[in-house]
């Protein structure tokens, strides 16, 4: 077992056979976190994304975004707004896996790589839709 505060990885490096990885603190940096098999988050620790909010348009008068490409809130904007466009801030590879959570109901979502778009037949002004998207192989 390696107990230390640091561990030095080069760019192009990678470290195999460790079946244990324990963080106290954050993890910053690293641009891909790799499980073969089933990764496991135990203990208090919350998964968080932080980085460049995403845009939002056509979204009604003054439409609000919160988070970030993996995880946010939109507050649809005024004016009988029936869909609404989140560009996200960097495109996926492939088009997302999004769930949505809505204080309206039958609100659709579609993806592509760069693009969430959010509908609804009728007027979903001032609505809050939350959402998660995951990028699959």
């Known amino acids: 077992f390696l107990e230390t505060d640091t561990i030095d990885i080069l ?51 003054t439409p609000t975004i919160t988070g970030a490409d993996l995880a946010g809130k939109v507050t649809i904007g005024t004016g009988g707004v029936t869909s609404c466009t989140v560009t996200f801030a960097a495109a996926y590879s492939a088009a997302p896996a999004c769930a949505i959570s809505a204080s309206a109901t039958l609100i659709t979502a579609t993806t592509t790589a760069s693009v969430l778009t959010l509908a609804h037949a009728v007027d979903m002004s001032s609505a809050v839709i939350s959402y998660v998207c995951v990028e699959g192989s």
Do not use: E, F, M
Not at 25 to 34: R, Y
């Open 11 to 61: 760019a192009t490096g990678a470290v195999s056979g460790i079946t244990t990885l324990a963080i106290g603190g954050a993890l910053s940096g690293v641009t891909t976190l790799a499980a073969s098999g089933n990764a496991t988050w135990s203990g208090t620790a919350h998964l968080a994304h932080t980085g460049t909010a995403p845009g939002v348009s056509a979204c009604g008068t």
